[in-house]
């Protein structure tokens, strides 16, 4: 119970409050079970194809059990018995939530509810396969005056008392807070808080969780918010002058750094981390406190605000984090969720549709073959491309869920935006080919300008480490091409024609370095000028290339007229890629004649063969991979 946390905390003054808070909490679960047994057990008397399955009262109430959502469609009655799965969980929880509910009802009234309770306990059934006799759900569940007493009755009596006690201890509700024995100088406080927290409170949807509860406590006001329903899960803020205390209680380490992340925008000085265990459960929580100091009245109301607005977005958030695994690496998963705190659209949204599964139907509608068993979102569209999706997930849900419209939109909107991230992959891989074209035309005019002299004598020195710097750069986007093709193996023939267009970028600055060595032959005559012209034509092959691939990201049959125009664009360029090619065979040959006629010596004569060579070759590896590319969109994007 939240209780043990505050008396851990030391927060006494709350203790009664927070112990009625518990039990009202605990009768709408003991609400719940009753009416799941209820259920189960006329399905297994009159079985019905389609029966209730208490989904939605089972979220509202805080069950954490989603196998209790198939008990009534497995009930079954067995000589003379029921068979419902899961009954023997529902009877523990049940006795647990009946002595949380008699707790602070116990506490004031003495042992006339105690005897009374701890005799139904003992007649509760001990199920066996969860078997329990036919008698046994009557006998729990009924209720009203002349009747055999039971636990639902006992139920119904706590019930009242609480009311009657909760009516004592809040003197009036102020903005949705519980608040009692305050002074007039704590309502502006109390007000700031609530303000915020109202202001993201709709974000939970359906999930319980944020009652507030405030008091003066000598020199304090003191805040309390229960948060979730998790007993290890509260807040107590204390405000002091212009002074703010929090003290926060987590059994998640995860969550308790996220909620220090959120209050990063303010200065905050944590000074107290303990770990203590609940004694019920056993499980350990860790308790933080930090310190915040105010400047002025303005800025304190203003904390007492933002820290109200970012509470909601600790419930469930393990949870969240959770059902990501399948789409998103760890710290990515909590960069997301710290995202969706800071836009106001938080993750309950996510939740409440579907969670986990309105992103797997997704997948399992869209992805065909480029998803296999085992593999992550991430790893098929790559990190940046996966966070776009589940944040328009994120932001989708969330929408959809505060204007009522369908859930089925929201599936078709989910599947639609999957879609095009699953398609636009050919298209990323097009805009790295064209990325890569463009650093080849780059050290094709290095190359062309340093044999021109446009740069001047200087520049050779230069001239090689610049073009080692540019290949090196296609060679980053080669790579980058790679690991996309394995993610997506029917995107290959992209990747062939990455990498064939690169043969270009290392040929080219082959002939970089090799035009530095001949520089200090001083070359010159027809030998260099037939050089320029076969560095002419490679430059003007290379910007055909990169219009070929400008055209080609942007054909899609899907754009009709447009796309045939892009498509005559590119197949235009590549058939002056490959006029070009032509052109460089004989500008090669051209070059070698020459070089033999008029090279001052052997060396020279090497060098120059050398670089002609390279630049014939390069030629060819434009060509190549211009053709790679007319057959794939001929093939894959145009005959789709």
Request: net charge negative.
């Amino acid at each position: 119970m939240k209780t043990q946390v505050l008396q851990a905390i030391g927060e006494t003054e709350l203790q009664r409050s927070s112990a009625v808070n518990a039990a009202l909490a605990a009768n709408d679960r003991l609400k719940y079970y009753f009416s799941l047994l209820q259920i189960a057990s006329e399905h297994a008397d009159h079985p019905d194809p389609s029966p209730a399955t208490l989904r939605k009262e089972r979220l509202a109430c805080g069950v954490d059990e989603p196998g209790f959502d198939d008990m009534a469609a497995n009930s079954c009655r067995q000589n003379g018995r029921y068979r419902l799965p899961g009954c023997a969980r529902t009877l523990a929880r049940m006795a647990q939530d009946l002595r949380v509910m008699a707790t602070p009802v116990l506490a004031g009234r003495g042992a006339k509810f105690s005897e009374r309770m701890e005799r139904l306990l003992a007649q509760l059934p001990v199920p066996e396969s969860d078997l329990i006799p036919a008698s046994a759900v009557d006998a729990i569940t009924r209720a009203g005056q002349g009747k055999t007493d039971s636990v639902h009755q006992l139920v119904m009596d706590l019930h009242k008392v609480l009311n009657r006690m909760q009516a004592e201890l809040a003197e009036e509700s102020l903005d949705g807070a519980l608040v009692y024995r305050i002074q007039d100088t704590d309502r502006p406080l109390i007000t700031a808080f609530m303000e915020g927290l109202n202001r993201t409170a709709p974000l939970k949807f359906k999930h319980p969780g944020l009652a507030t509860t405030a008091t003066r406590v000598g020199d304090k006001l003191v805040i309390q918010n229960d948060l979730g329903t998790t007993d290890a899960h509260v807040i107590v803020i204390h405000v002091e002058r212009m002074r703010v205390r929090i003290t926060y209680a987590d059994i998640h380490v995860e969550r308790i750094r996220f909620f220090q992340d959120m209050l990063k925008p303010h200065a905050i000085v944590w000074e107290t981390d303990q770990t203590r265990q609940l004694e019920a459960s056993g499980d350990t929580f860790r308790i933080i406190a930090g310190i915040f100091n105010a400047q002025t009245p303005a800025a304190l109301l203003e904390y007492l605000s933002f820290l109200g607005s970012r509470l909601v977005f600790l419930i469930d958030w393990n949870r969240a984090r959770k059902q990501l695994r399948g789409f998103l690496r760890g710290t990515i998963r909590v960069e997301l969720l710290a995202w969706a705190a800071q836009e106001e659209i938080g993750h309950r949204g996510f939740l409440e549709a579907g969670g986990a599964r309105l992103i797997n139907e997704a997948i399992e509608e869209t992805a065909g073959s480029s998803m296999h068993f085992g593999d992550r979102l991430c790893d098929v569209l790559g990190d940046a491309p996966a966070m776009e999706f589940v944040r328009f997930v994120f932001r989708q849900a969330t929408q959809a869920l505060r204007e009522h419209p369908s859930l089925g939109l929201l599936r078709d909107r989910i599947r639609a935006e999957l879609q095009v991230h699953f398609s636009s992959e050919g298209k990323r891989l097009l805009q790295l080919a064209n990325e890569h074209a463009g650093i080849v035309f780059e050290i094709a005019s290095l190359v062309r300008d340093a044999i021109r002299g446009v740069t001047g004598p200087q520049s050779y020195r230069k001239l090689a480490k610049r073009a080692r710097a540019f290949e090196h750069d296609a060679d980053q986007l080669v790579i980058a091409s790679r690991d996309a093709v394995r993610r997506r193996p029917e995107y290959n023939a992209l990747f062939r024609i990455v990498e064939t267009a690169d043969d270009a970028a290392d040929g080219l600055e082959e002939v970089a370095f090799l035009l530095e060595l001949l520089m200090d032959s001083k070359p010159d005559g027809e030998a260099w000028n037939a050089l320029g012209t076969l560095a002419d034509i490679l430059t003007d092959a290379t910007q055909e290339w990169i219009k070929a691939l400008s055209h080609a990201v942007h054909v899609d049959r899907g754009r009709g007229g447009a796309a045939r125009e892009d498509a005559g664009d590119f197949l235009t360029a590549i058939d002056a890629l490959a006029g070009l090619e032509h052109q460089a065979d004989d500008a090669e040959r051209a070059l070698t004649f020459a070089a033999v006629q008029h090279a001052r010596n052997f060396r020279q004569l090497h060098v120059y063969i050398a670089m002609a060579h390279s630049l014939e070759e390069a030629a060819d590896a434009l060509k190549w991979a211009g053709l790679l590319a007319r057959d794939y969109l001929l093939g894959k994007v145009l005959a789709a």
